[in-house]
């Protein structure tokens, strides 16, 4: 699919939670799989760091991956979006993820450690930024 400022998106890809692990994302990538979607939340089973070391080990050209990934509750706020950001791209092993979601508004009883310090509204604006830069392609 494209989006709506030119971006293609790949219809079939790969949900990188419940389980889901670096072998997993490996051959899943030498399968032609070309859109991964994962997020930061270890505690609901993703593994940002197993995707970004089966990427790695694939071979595929970072171009050809279309990498999804998501704020937890927890880092909303500005700042908190950034370095979560920061955090990301860094366990995935790029310089740029393809899309960047929120993903949920809020923290609730047993799903976040800690308080965000900020809004999904300032972590909007954070990402706005971040798209503006080219650190992200869509939002």
């Known amino acids: 699919a494209t989006l709506s400022h ?4 790949p219809l079939v890809g790969l949900g990188c939670a419940s389980g889901v692990r670096h072998n997993h994302v490996y051959y899943a990538l030498n ?9 930061q939340s270890y505690t609901w089973g993703y593994h940002e760091d197993e995707v970004g070391d089966a990427m790695r080990d694939a071979g595929t050209e970072r171009e ?10 927890e880092d909303l706020g500005y700042d908190a979006t950034l370095k979560a950001f920061d955090q990301s791209l860094a366990r995935l092993h ?3 993820l393809d899309s960047m979601l929120i993903h949920k508004p809020r ?3 047993g799903a976040c450690r800690k308080e965000p310090e900020g809004t999904w509204q300032e972590s909007w604006r954070a990402l ?9 392609r869509s939002i």
């Not at 706005?128 to 992200?136: P, Q, S």
């Open 64 to 73: 050809q991956i279309f990498v999804q990934s998501k704020i937890h509750p």
């Open 107 to 109: 923290c609730w009883q």
């Open 128 to 136: 706005e930024g971040l798209f503006d830069e080219g650190k992200v």
């Open 31 to 39: 399968a032609g799989y070309r859109h991964l979607d994962t997020a």
């Open 6 to 9: 030119g971006l293609r998106l």
């Open 94 to 96: 790029v310089s740029y």
